[in-house]
């Protein structure tokens, strides 16, 4: 299965970003049911998990993400988005994408997700 994100870049402080994870070459819709995350690392720190989403469409946050950041997925085009708001210095990282299948409940957790991207840089300046 390949994750390629897209969407990283830089900007101020205040300013949002859309990243994107696009499926392919696996058929994991084929189980019925899949979660996809998004995570992040920062330099120095642990990669921490941001959100998450399953098939049906339930999700979780981090809590620090919850009010400005926002998953969803769009199926016809595997697709995997993450529409980040206000955004502050201390989300810069890198931003990956993970999947796995099958998959009931998404979590944080990066041991559940056996499938990663290469991840996508985004930078915010104060």
């Known amino acids: 299965m390949q994750l390629v994100e897209s969407g990283g870049g830089s900007v101020q402080a205040g300013g949002s970003l859309r990243l994107s994870c696009a499926a392919s070459g696996y058929a994991y819709k084929n189980y019925g049911t899949y979660c996809m995350g998004w995570f992040r690392q920062a330099p120095g720190k642990e990669r921490e998990g941001v959100a998450a989403?399953?098939?049906?469409?339930?999700?979780i946050y981090a809590d620090s993400e919850k009010d400005r950041f926002t998953i969803s997925q769009d199926n016809d085009k595997n697709t995997l988005y993450l529409q980040m708001n206000d955004l502050k210095p201390e989300d810069s990282a890198m931003y990956y994408c993970?999947?796995?299948?099958?998959?009931?409940?998404?979590?944080?957790?990066?041991?559940?997700?056996?499938?990663w991207g290469q991840g996508t840089q985004v930078t915010v300046s104060s």
């Open positions: 989403i399953n098939s049906a469409g339930a999700t």
């Open positions: 993970a999947a796995e299948a099958p998959c009931w409940t998404p979590v944080l957790m990066e041991p559940a997700y056996n499938y």
